[in-house]
């Protein structure tokens, strides 16, 4: 069965950390590229980066750029969003997907072939 499994995610005051992870099973990562997605509370889901599949490009949506950074370990078919300086505003479900090939697409969700099924991330005093 092909899937992707995401984890990491929790309760985080506001300044705090958190990295997740986004692990494949049945397939192996390095012929796709990874985005991460979220979708905040009563919100339509937005793209929030994007790693090639042989994570020697990376992308960021402005919101996040210099407090999230994407990375991947082919080796252990995992890719891992690192997000740090967490605001109120982060909080939603963070959901991996794959897209096939090298190059990352837009964050249009019909561009992603495989899809995890989501981890909560709540940063809240």
């Known amino acids: 069965q092909l899937q992707l499994v995401e984890s990491g995610g929790g309760l985080v005051q506001p300044g705090g950390s958190l990295r997740l992870s986004c692990a494949a099973s049945?397939?192996?990562?390095?012929?796709?590229?990874i985005a991460w997605f979220r979708q905040p509370p009563g919100k339509d889901s937005e793209g929030v980066s994007c790693?090639?599949?042989?994570?020697?490009?990376?992308t960021y949506v402005d919101s996040v750029k210099g407090r999230f950074t994407i990375s991947r370990d082919n080796a252990k078919n995992t890719v891992y969003l690192q997000a740090n300086s967490l605001k109120p505003e982060d909080t939603g479900v963070y959901y991996c997907?794959?897209?096939?090939?090298?190059?990352?697409?837009?964050?249009?969700?019909?561009?992603?072939?495989?899809w995890g099924q989501g981890t909560q991330v709540t940063v809240s005093s």
């Open positions: 049945g397939f192996t990562l390095d012929s796709y590229a």
């Open positions: 997907a794959a897209s096939r090939g090298y190059y990352c697409p837009n964050y249009v969700p019909l561009n992603y072939d495989y």
């Open positions: 790693i090639t599949s042989s994570g020697d490009s990376t």
